[in-house]
């Protein structure tokens, strides 16, 4: 396996209970960027393949209750 660094995109800036799930979730590889606005989660999560990584970050994300707006993975990036 290797890391594979994906950052993903949330519609709100975290509250702490919110950072709090997100490590619970299973998120634990994980450094959130704060903005005005929204939060940036840059995962670093070892996985064999990127689509396996990016399937088990958005995974946590969603059963931390958050919604993503936003995929950066490498050179690739959708919104």
């Known amino acids: 396996m290797s890391n594979q660094e994906i950052t993903l995109v949330v519609d709100h800036r975290l509250t702490d209970a919110e950072l709090d799930a997100l490590f619970e979730a ?14 940036a989660i840059h995962f670093d999560r070892e996985a064999e393949t990127l689509a396996e990584a990016l399937q088990s970050a958005l995974a946590d994300v969603t059963r931390a209750g958050l919604k993503v707006i936003a995929v950066q993975a490498g050179d690739v990036a959708a919104a």
Do not use: V
């Not at 299973?26 to 939060?39: M, N």
């Open 26 to 39: 299973g998120a634990d590889d994980t450094a959130p960027e704060l903005r005005a606005d929204r939060t």
